[in-house]
């Protein structure tokens, strides 16, 4: 059973997700394909102009998901010993995945995010959920921290985008001195 065994302390299941993740990072930051669905996942029309044929990355990112997601369904039937239908959304692993590929900085309109990050995001989860079940805490309240987790982190990043966005509209003229600098006053 994959799902079971390890080379040492490291599960073969996480051994087949590093090498899905490299071979992803490879295929995005080496190849036509990968430049191409960056393009078309910032913003189709844009892409269409430039002269990309947007078909072409768009059933690439299909097929790719596809099989991914089929490789993962089968990792975790080996995991838990059995297949059923809805097991995923059962156990939270769908709001898990999305939670943790916008916790990595991913946005969700598109054109922006790495696997690098999401790695992160799920790192973070899987930090939290171990150090949890170490402390033996109550499964509900593993939501609510979770849910406070992605919660932060959409603050975080809403405010800093709302930190480095450019002034809307700007001073027209000669910038008025600073109120700071003393106002030299004319004496007898």
Known sequence: ?????????????????????????????????????????????????????????????????????GMAGLLLASRLGVGSPTVGSQGGYDLLSIAAVVLGGTLLSGGKGTITGTLGGVLIFAMLDNIMSVMQVNPFLKDVVRGVVIVAAVAVYARRRIVSRPERFPAKGPAPAPASQPVPVEGP
């Open 1 to 69: 059973m994959v799902g079971a065994t390890g080379l040492g302390p490291v599960p073969i299941s996480t051994i087949i997700m590093l090498a899905c993740a490299g071979l992803a990072m490879l295929l995005l930051h080496r190849t036509r394909v990968g430049h191409h669905l960056y393009a078309v996942g910032g913003d189709i029309a844009v892409a269409r102009t430039s002269g990309i044929r947007v078909d072409v990355p768009v059933i690439t990112a299909h097929v790719i998901c596809s099989v991914l997601a």
